[in-house]
């Protein structure tokens, strides 16, 4: 319902509340108002160009290490 | 390997990681046994809905749907804003863009949406000004740019859409743009997921809950949900997110008390943008709404508050009210609730298809019409015979009725 696409954020200018942002190599302007504090090199979440929420590097690795970390516990040894 | 996303090691993680091949295989066949287990207690495939219309294009299109069929139902929900948008609310709209020195600012999923009478692409051909935007900034340029004409952004979408629009009528207020205007049919979602499970008629086992409303109105968004004690997960959009999603959903369905679970934490938070809530608080204030196929919900829709009334299409640039008829034989209504799927429509692909759509499901990227044509058609012998709901029969867990 609301597609949103991650970005990149290249430069934050704080005046007036813009970034560029690159999103899978194009670059385009987006409002931060809503994400006080974003910092480039960060990643937002764009939807109706404006960023609605900066993306949390951490978690997007704990989730995954937490999958695979319970895979290899429940898996028997010894299955391909 | 050259990544598509630029070769970061962040890009990496969060668009590519989430769909690593290996991985979702590993996954799968874990978690398998869950749902093979589950469907064998319910005797029938486990239904769960996934109300983002986002996510109804991801089930198709990665084909984790048609992987999990033998044990998961999808039921789409009322997760496009232009399809749960009353029939009354679009002649309205198209009202505006027969109003002299009017400029009608929209998404592009509205141009095509059929009014009782006409549409705005129609509208347009005819000679109406009606321009497609991008974002609600872009509306508060064109009323900049067209200081002699009433621009008029038509204001539709869930909670993730409502600050854009809410920083539009901010920037119109300080910057005393006189000439733009909002009309506002801006919905919430967890009263409409209340309706539903309040519904004697519906049997849904849980909901897939929409990550980017989520990202807005956070976990703690969802508590009426967890008043009903339903089994409710947040996820992402990312193969491994979806068939997770299910897995999750799937263990808290088989506990006595039930948490809204969020499975999408690298984008949504406890308390969502605390920031939008606020300006959402400022600019707008909860009101009953209209729902196609819903009816009237309380509490369900953002009207545009007192302090920004100036900026309020329906208060201050109003228009005679159209008239409305339904599209005879439209299903769109039951196709929201997840009551009927598009392949029971008579007018599905025939009649009605997204060159020429007759109902709103139709036309919209999110609707849930539209995204069966482009992907489910292949498959419509198939569900019309309803193979899976043998499947427990098949396999011996179930007795055949006398």
């Keep these: 319902m609301c597609l949103a696409v991650p970005a990149k954020v290249l430069e934050v200018d704080p005046t007036r509340l813009r970034a560029r942002v690159d999103y899978l190599g194009s670059q385009t302007v987006v409002g931060i108002a809503l994400v006080g504090g974003v910092q480039t090199g960060q990643f937002v979440l764009v939807h109706v160009g404006e960023a609605v929420q900066v993306m949390d590097e951490e978690q997007a690795r704990d989730g995954l290490a937490l999958w695979r970390e319970w895979l290899d516990d429940s898996e028997p040894a010894g299955l391909p | ?402």
């Design chain 2, 1 to 402: 390997m050259v990544s598509p996303c630029g070769g970061s090691g962040l890009t990496t993680v969060n668009l590519l990681a989430y769909r690593d091949p290996e991985l979702f295989a590993r996954l799968l066949r874990r978690i398998i046994p869950a749902l093979e287990e589950q469907v064998q207690k319910l005797g029938r495939r486990v239904r769960i809905m996934e109300v983002c219309g986002t996510h109804t294009v991801s089930f198709s299109r990665t084909g984790v749907r048609q992987v999990l069929a033998d044990f998961v139902e999808l039921i789409s929900g009322p997760g496009c804003p232009v399809c749960v948008t009353d029939q009354s609310d679009i002649d309205h709209m198209i009202a505006y863009a027969k109003r002299p020195g009017t400029v009608v600012a929209t998404f592009g999923d509205m141009m095509q949406v059929p009014g009782s009478a006409a549409s705005l692409r129609r509208q347009r051909a005819e000679g109406a000004d009606v321009r497609v935007v991008y974002s609600p900034s872009q509306a508060v340029d064109l009323a900049l740019e067209n200081p002699q004409k009433q621009v008029v952004l038509l204001g539709v979408g869930f909670e993730t859409t409502a600050p854009g629009v809410a920083l539009s009528l901010k920037r119109a207020a300080r910057d005393g743009v006189r000439n733009y205007f909002v009309y506002s049919v801006h919905k919430l979602t967890p009263p409409a997921l209340k309706a539903l499970v309040e519904d004697p008629d519906h049997r849904l086992d849980g909901f897939l809950l929409p990550g980017h409303v989520s990202a807005i109105i956070g976990r703690r968004g969802w508590t009426l949900l967890e008043l009903l004690n339903q089994p409710a997960v947040i996820g992402g959009f990312e193969p491994l997110d979806l068939v997770v999603s299910v897995y999750r959903l799937v263990q808290e369905m088989k506990r006595p008390v039930r948490l809204v679970v969020n499975n999408y934490g690298r984008v949504v938070r406890e308390d969502g943008n605390p920031a939008a809530q606020r300006l959402l608080e400022e600019t707008f204030e909860a009101a009953p709404a209209r729902w196609r196929g819903f009816g009237m919900l309380p509490q369900s829709g953002l009207e545009i508050s007192e302090t920004y009334r100036a900026f309020d299409a329906r208060v201050a640039l109003p228009v005679d009210r159209p008239v409305t008829k339904a599209v005879r034989g439209c299903r769109c209504g039951e196709v929201v609730k997840g009551k009927e799927t598009p392949l029971q429509c008579r007018l599905f692909g025939t009649a009605c298809t997204p060159e020429r759509p007759l109902g709103p499901c139709m036309v919209s990227d999110e609707g849930t019409c539209s995204i069966y044509y482009q992907y489910e058609r292949s498959h419509h012998r198939d569900r019309r015979e309803e193979p899976h709901e043998d499947y427990a029969l098949a396999r011996g867990w179930r007795q055949p009725d006398a």
